[in-house]
């Protein structure tokens, strides 16, 4: 059998679902430009899912759709710049 290269690959214990559900608190969230974000996978969603690599990194949002955001994300000396739908992402709470 030829080895699955798919973008979920490896994930068994990354992707793992919480036990609390989310509901639909993290749909009605409003996010405005320049909000710092931390990008946290919900594996139950599997649209608009930003690539693994990218769980728990910090970004700035810089777009804000209906259903999605753009997110800014430094990886490295580069900035990446991420599509995510709003289940995949949850506001940074102030220090």
């Known amino acids: 059998m030829p080895k699955s290269h798919g973008t979920r690959r490896r994930t068994r214990s990354l992707l793992r679902s919480s036990p609390a559900k989310k509901g639909l608190s993290s749909m009605l969230v409003e996010y405005s430009p ?6 946290k996978i919900d594996p139950a969603q599997v649209k608009g899912m930003p690539h693994r690599r990218f769980n728990g990194l910090v970004g700035t949002v810089t777009e804000v759709g209906r259903r999605a955001v753009t997110v800014d994300v430094p990886v490295g000396d580069k900035v990446k710049t991420l599509i995510a739908r709003k289940e995949h992402v949850v506001r940074m709470e102030a220090s």
């Open 34 to 39: 320049n909000d710092k974000v931390v990008i």
